[in-house]
Nanobody, 121 residues
Framework: QVQLVESGGGLVQAGGSLRLSCAAS????????MGWYRQVPGKQRELVAS???????NYADSVKGRFTISTDNAKNTVYLQMNSLKPEDTALYYC???????????????WGQGTQVTVSS
C-alpha cells in the first residue's frame, strides 16, 4: 500500500517562509512525477509545482520566483520551499505523485491527505 505523508504546513505572516515535505512510502517500484497542488474552498484544485524524476520542474505563474520544488530521490521525498508568502497563498496543499507499485504495470496517481498553509496579512 502506497502512502504520501505531508508535513510542514502552518500559520505564517505575509513575507515569511514555510517548507513543505512529502514522503512516499510502501511498495514503490518507480516514481515519474511528484508535485504539489493547492485548493481553497469553492475553487478547483490547482497545480503549484511539479518535478520529474529527472529533475525537470514546472511552476504556476503565481508562485514563480517565490517557491522552489526539489526532491530527494533516495528517500522518495519532495519538498516545497515557499518564500515571500502572500495571503493569497493560503490554501490546503496536497502532495501528488505518479508512480508504479511493485508488481504493477501501469503508473497511478496518489494524493496526500493535505496540509494547511495560512498566511496572515
Amino acid at each position: 500500500q502506497v502512502q504520501l505523508v505531508e508535513s510542514g504546513g502552518g500559520l505564517v505572516q505575509a513575507g515569511g517562509s514555510l517548507r513543505l515535505s512529502c514522503a512516499a512510502s510502501g511498495s514503490i517500484a518507480s516514481i515519474s512525477v511528484m508535485g504539489w497542488y493547492r485548493q481553497v474552498p469553492g475553487k478547483q484544485r490547482e497545480l503549484v509545482a511539479s518535478i520529474t524524476r529527472g529533475g525537470s520542474s514546472n511552476y504556476a505563474d503565481s508562485v514563480k520566483g517565490r517557491f522552489t520544488i526539489s526532491t530527494d530521490n533516495a528517500k522518495n521525498t519532495v519538498y516545497l520551499q515557499m518564500n515571500s508568502l502572500k495571503p493569497e497563498d493560503t490554501a490546503l496543499y496536497y502532495c501528488h505523485a505518479r508512480l508504479r507499485s511493485e508488481g504493477d504495470v501501469y503508473y497511478q496517481t496518489y494524493w496526500g491527505q493535505g496540509t494547511q498553509v495560512t498566511v496572515s496579512s
